[in-house]
């Protein structure tokens, strides 16, 4: 067995102020890692940040910030978490996701050359398969993302490889499915772009949750999604870390659990979890939403150990108790 001190790093978690980053944070301090943060607080919280962990405030976009964070803190390792992830706001300004994501990444990249910092783990996303590829997904399935935001994580994917080519970095892209759940109320995703946290704000206003298209060719006619709960992921990071000390990576992870969930099924587990018996409006279906995007996650299981713990029910009550906990 290895022990703590044996592969303990000095990571720098960019976005630790968000609610996977967050997340993260608690995981790799549980595996004895020290860490410190990066953010701008553009959609991050300060009281996500314990008192314990230092805090780099600013943005990725400044080369010479990002350099100098990584040098006060002697990193050996980036968790590069931070970006913007609205599907649809990338729609309407691509130039802010390629701005903020993909030169976010030549930036970071560029930081961690002049700086010598060989780790690296960044944060990619189910969306660069787009509708092409049939699920289960594998990470050789065929990518077309559908949206601006989905070609921001594979340019990053891209850009990853040929700087490890050129200058020996280490490195996975991790492959999040539909992150859900929280650890406890501060760290709570009250975010506007996912499906579970705008079902709880339409039913505390009393409005029906909206429900994009019911003909699809899904057992159910709605999208099937692999919701898998935060803490999975996290600890996915602390994994993928640990292996990252004893040997070189140069690779991609699927992140979900393999189980296809129905919008239905969501509403369905979320009636159970809260209690409240609420009706939804079916709307059309949203241009590019692919009906089935379902993870394979066979290849980590495979290679590192890991796989999902907890299911759709655990991540739906946790959210829940942080969404009704949280001081908003
Ligand atoms: N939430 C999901 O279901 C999901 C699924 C797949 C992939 N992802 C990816 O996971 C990552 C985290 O998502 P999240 O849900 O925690 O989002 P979030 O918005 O809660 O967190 C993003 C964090 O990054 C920070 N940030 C953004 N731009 C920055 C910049 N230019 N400089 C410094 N800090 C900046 C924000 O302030 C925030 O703290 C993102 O890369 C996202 O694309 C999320």
Request: net charge negative.
């Amino acid at each position: 067995m290895v022990c703590v001190e044996e592969y303990a790093v000095r990571v720098l978690v960019t976005g630790g102020a968000g609610y996977i980053g967050s997340h993260v944070v608690r995981s790799l301090q549980g595996s004895g890692h020290t860490v410190a943060v990066l953010d701008d607080f553009s959609t991050g919280s300060r009281r996500r940040v314990g008192a314990d962990v230092p805090v780099e405030d600013g943005s990725l976009l400044d080369t010479a910030f990002v350099e100098a964070s990584l040098r006060r803190l002697s990193a050996d390792a980036v968790v590069h978490i931070a970006a913007k992830k609205a599907v649809e706001e990338s729609v309407a300004d691509p130039l802010f996701y390629y701005r903020e994501n993909v030169a976010g990444m030549q930036s970071v990249l560029e930081a961690m050359v002049s700086a010598g910092t060989r780790r690296l783990l960044f944060s990619s996303s189910a969306a660069v398969y787009g509708a092409s590829a049939t699920s289960p997904v594998t990470e050789t399935s065929p990518t077309d993302p559908s949206s601006p935001y989905g070609w921001t994580k594979l340019m990053c994917e891209q850009m990853i490889r040929d700087v490890s080519l050129a200058h020996g970095l280490s490195w996975s892209a991790l492959r999040y499915f539909n992150v859900a759940g929280a650890a406890d109320p501060t760290l709570a995703d009250r975010g506007e772009s996912n499906l579970i946290p705008k079902v709880f704000r339409a039913i505390s206003s009393g409005v029906r949750p909206q429900i994009y298209g019911d003909t699809y060719p899904t057992p159910d006619g709605s999208c099937l999604r692999d919701y898998i709960h935060v803490n999975d992921v996290a600890d996915a990071h602390a994994t993928v870390l640990e292996h990252m000390e004893n040997a070189d990576l140069c690779t991609v992870y699927n992140i979900g659990t393999g189980t296809g969930t129905s919008v239905f099924d969501v509403m369905t587990a979320v009636r159970l979890v809260t209690g409240v018996d609420f009706e939804c409006d079916i709307c059309p279906p949203r241009p590019g939403d692919p009906a089935d995007v379902v993870a394979d996650p066979a290849k980590i299981r495979a290679e590192l150990g890991w796989a999902s713990q907890y299911d759709l029910g655990s991540a739906v009550e946790s959210a829940w108790k942080a969404w009704s906990d949280a001081p908003s």
